[in-house]
């Protein structure tokens, strides 16, 4: 009988190891673009909502101006003879399975913005525009808060 060296098996064995490697990083950057792509659709998203209530909010009737107080006002703004349409759709929350948005409400109950209810690190960590620059370092998504709030030095 000859020796067997077993020359073919150690080959064998890096070739699946390699394989096993480039496999997980394949999956890794897979994730890691598909994460990315929910955060800026969940940056788009909130966004439209933070213009919605904006336009919500300098679109009333005369001088006087007010904040929804649910999110279906978003839909149908019918406070002028001729109702707008801040928003075309409500949207759901990319990052959290159930779909629902934070709320966030002022002092007298109005809406004034929304946020996701996820509560995973954001990678996106800085490189905001500047209406989200309080996004920077948050240690949540659920730290994004898209409200709008009107300059005081600007008129609607």
Do not use: C
Request: no cysteine; glycine share 8%; charged share 25%.
């Amino acid at each position: 009988m000859r020796r067997q060296q077993g020359f073919s098996y150690v080959v064998v064995m890096f070739l699946i190891g390699v394989l096993s490697i480039v496999s997980v990083r394949a999956l890794e950057n897979t994730l890691n673009t598909e994460r990315r792509d929910l955060e800026a659709e969940l940056l788009w998203r909130g966004q439209a909502y933070r213009e919605a209530i904006r336009r919500y909010y300098v679109g009333g009737p005369g001088t006087a101006t007010s904040y929804p107080h649910e999110l279906k006002d978003l839909l149908h703004d019918q406070r002028l003879v001729r109702p707008s349409r801040p928003l075309r759709k409500l949207y759901r929350d990319p990052l959290t399975p159930q779909g629902e948005w934070g709320l966030v409400h002022d002092e007298s109950g109005a809406l004034i913005g929304v946020y996701s209810r996820s509560q995973v690190k954001p990678l996106k960590r800085a490189g905001f525009p500047k209406e989200l620059a309080g996004f920077d370092n948050a240690q949540h998504y659920s730290d994004w808060k898209f409200v709008y709030r009107p300059n005081p030095e600007s008129k609607p």
